[in-house]
């Protein structure tokens, strides 16, 4: 899977789940050290629904999936296994 793949998986996805995806870290800034990790936040467009965060090192091909239990929200908590499913499927097609 691409950078661009997955991008474009959790866009569609956060559009049907009334979210937006916010890419963070070296998607957004230069760093002074070398590194592979991509990284993005979903968050609820409405206030109160957490927060899912997504990993992706491209050299292994993982990608992570979580929820810190401080950004759960009334939404994120059981939506990050949704996503998490969905981009498993798309992995293993």
């Known amino acids: 899977m691409t ?3 997955l991008g474009a998986l959790m866009s569609t ?3 049907l789940e009334d979210a937006k995806v916010r890419p963070m ?3 957004v800034g230069r760093y ?3 590194g592979e990790n991509l990284h993005w936040h979903i968050t609820g467009l409405k206030k109160g629904m957490g927060t899912v965060e997504v990993t992706y090192l491209p050299l292994s091909g993982t990608v992570t ?3 810190h239990d401080n950004r759960r929200g009334i939404w994120a908590g059981r939506a990050y296994d949704r996503l998490a499913q969905k981009i498993e499927k798309k992995l293993s097609s």
């Open 25 to 27: 870290g070296r998607l």
């Open 3 to 5: 950078k661009r793949d």
């Open 32 to 34: 002074k050290t070398l």
């Open 65 to 67: 999936v979580l929820v």
């Open 13 to 15: 996805w956060a559009q």
